[in-house]
């Protein structure tokens, strides 16, 4: 039974201190996506890769995060320093996208059982 | 641009009626459009989407949806609702016609089901 893996499942620490959350997609997906979800905005697409490419990661704040995917079986994603509002579950999810505009089918998204941060 | 509302913050059924959660969208092409579900402190997962042919798509648990691109609505429905239901539903569109951006999720509804 394929998974989206994501540790630590939760993660607790101080302001300023780096966050570091993994992710391994579903073998053979080509892209992967992170997302931040909080009670307030709901959830928010942060940045996605394909074929290990980030593609768009308008959504992340660029001053204290970084996502990579060093090769095609994980995904990171960093918060240098950490501040509280931080603090959300962080969702990683894969897929098996094509990339071309009308395509005819867009297969959809398995999502990871999630990161929650707390910044303290 | 894309975006999907979902104009109910939570919506109450009893055990064995039919429910429906709402959800309209907004693309500049055609959508693919998505519905997923949300249990407590779990991922998000797939129920079913529509691409493209028949308006009404079925998918996982008995949950079926009407797309109407007149009315650019993707409802979710289910004829009997189940105590087991409830949870967090989400729905989702992307743009057909471009290519790069992935999917724009709705701020979520919020399904509780009374025995």
């Known amino acids: 039974d394929a998974r989206v893996t994501q540790t630590p499942r939760d993660k607790v620490t101080e302001m300023g201190q780096e966050v570091t959350m993994r992710c391994q997609p579903i073998?053979?997906?080509?892209?992967v996506f992170w997302y931040r979800q909080t009670m307030m905005q709901g959830l928010e697409l942060l940045a996605y890769?394909?074929?290990?490419?980030?593609?768009?990661d308008s959504g992340m704040p660029k001053d204290r995060f970084s996502a990579e995917m060093p090769d095609a079986t994980l995904a990171t994603l960093k918060i240098q320093p950490s501040e509280p509002r931080d603090s959300a579950v962080y969702f990683c999810?894969?897929?098996?996208?094509?990339?071309?505009?009308?395509?005819?089918?867009?297969?959809?998204?398995?999502f990871g059982p999630g990161t929650r941060l707390t910044v303290l | 641009a894309q975006s999907v509302a979902q104009p109910e913050d939570q919506v109450n059924v009893a055990e064995g009626n039919p429910l429906t959660v709402k959800c309209t969208y907004s693309v500049s092409g055609n959508p693919y459009l998505f519905w997923y579900v949300q249990y407590p402190n779990r991922g998000l997962q797939f129920l079913l989407k529509?691409?493209?042919?028949?308006?009404l798509v079925k998918g996982s648990y008995g949950f079926e949806a009407e797309f109407n691109k007149s009315q650019t609505s993707f409802h979710l429905k289910k004829p009997s609702a189940l105590v087991s239901d409830s949870a967090l539903y989400f729905c989702?569109?992307?743009?057909?016609?471009?290519?790069?951006?992935?999917?724009?999720f709705g701020s979520g509804t919020r399904l509780q089901v009374q025995p």
């Open positions: 529509y691409i493209t042919g028949d308006n």
């Open positions: 989702a569109v992307r743009d057909r016609d471009t290519g790069r951006r992935a999917l724009t």
């Open positions: 890769f394909r074929n290990r490419a980030p593609l768009d």
């Open positions: 999810a894969s897929g098996s996208h094509p990339g071309l505009a009308g395509a005819m089918s867009y297969n959809e998204q398995f």
């Open positions: 073998l053979g997906h080509n892209t």
